[in-house]
């Protein structure tokens, strides 16, 4: 989805609500002192407020309906705006010096997503990429992501493009939050692993859903959020509640081995690891420990041990003993290759037509199958 640059009208000026007390009071022949007099106000405070030093309290207006006629509803909103107008005026003033700072921001990508709208005013681009972050000014978003104590800063996914990395985890926030799930049940989740490992044999317009589906029964919602430039992240999982986990997904190597295990590997985590911790799953991991435990627990789920140890006894791999292997094991063929090049047990380049190749439709949030 690509949003269309918008404009969007800012007035220059808005005059202060003691310009219209002036030419009321000119109108009716009344004069400041006059109006002091009958509201019991000070000349210098009826004086303040017509040079828009002084704001209409509410009692004010109260007083001037009373004097003059006039609503007290008019001189409120007549006042408000102009607190607003100096409020907006002021904040553009603030912001002007943040500008440089959006061209750290994927905007564009972001735009083209339609996760924002796309504004041809640097300023309202600004305030529109920070409401997407929900922060006030880009020093609260460093305060917020880049903190020594944030925990995506200790992730080394940080070293590709910070800004991208937290667009894409916050618009996984997004999506998460619209998703109702059950309380997490760490016996019900393991349940569904076991029926999503079957949902690998099905097409992504079957699966997508219904992962969708099994995952939030158990308090787990599944979001698939499009990577975005820079990023280099397949993955991530971390708890938005006490009983609601989060994974998700990139869909970055576009393949059905990578996306599965990448699912399975969140879902270790969410297993056997803390409901603080934030794991975020990047190019080039090191060896951590919780890490390698995610590894080990998505390859045991998708092909179990003992059944993997026999079949990697062979010393050749044709595409029939891929394909009846696959069968035998109910999973996706894909799988099985991946499994034996990560091994290396099958060249990088061998049976890959194997795999399913996967991409985003044009909403951006269907995974569909490449032709």
């Not at 404009?7 to 006059?34: F, H, K, R």
């Not at 939050?177 to 044999?201: G, H, I, K, N, S």
Request: aromatic fraction near 10%; include cysteine.
């Amino acid at each position: 989805m690509v949003n269309r640059v918008q404009n969007q009208y800012a007035p220059d000026y808005v005059s202060p609500p003691g310009e219209t007390l002036l030419e009321t009071l000119e109108t009716i022949g009344m004069s400041q002192a006059d109006l002091a007099e009958r509201t019991g106000k000070a000349i210098k405070t009826i004086n303040e407020i017509v040079q828009g030093k002084a704001p209409i309290t509410p009692e004010t207006a109260l007083q001037f309906e009373r004097v003059l006629g006039v609503p007290a509803r008019f001189w409120n909103n007549r006042e408000q705006r102009y607190r607003e107008f100096l409020a907006q005026a002021g904040e553009r003033e603030r912001l002007q010096t943040h500008v440089s700072w959006l061209k750290q921001a994927p905007v564009k990508p972001m735009c083209q997503l339609g996760w924002i709208r796309c504004l041809t005013d640097e300023i309202e681009q600004l305030r529109e990429v920070l409401q997407f972050f929900g922060v006030a000014t880009p020093d609260q978003w460093r305060a917020i992501w880049l903190s020594p104590q944030a925990s995506f800063r200790r992730s080394p996914a940080f070293e590709a493009d910070p800004v991208a990395v937290a667009a894409w985890l916050r618009r996984g926030e997004f999506e998460a939050q619209r998703l109702p799930c059950e309380a997490y049940d760490a016996a019900r989740f393991r349940v569904v692993l076991a029926e999503v490992r079957q949902l690998t044999q099905q097409p992504p317009e079957v699966f997508q859903a219904e992962l969708v589906r099994l995952c939030a029964t158990a308090g787990v919602a599944v979001v698939f959020v499009p990577e975005l430039p820079k990023m280099h992240v397949s993955g991530a999982t971390r708890w938005l509640t006490p009983t609601k986990a989060l994974i998700q997904l990139s869909l970055r190597y576009k393949s059905d081995d990578h996306l599965w295990f990448t699912f399975f590997h969140e879902a270790g985590h969410i297993v056997q690891h803390g409901k603080r911790e934030f794991f975020i799953d990047f190019d080039d991991r090191d060896g951590d420990d919780k890490e390698q435990a995610a590894d080990k627990f998505a390859a045991d789920c998708l092909i179990p041990a003992p059944q993997w140890r026999r079949f990697a006894r062979q010393t050749r791999y044709s595409k029939e003993q891929i394909l009846a292997f696959a069968t035998d094991a109910g999973i996706a063929p894909g799988i099985v290759v991946g499994r034996l090049q990560h091994d290396k047990l099958l060249p990088p380049s061998h049976c890959n037509d194997l795999k399913r190749r996967l991409d985003w439709a044009s909403d951006a949030a269907v995974v569909v199958a490449r032709s």
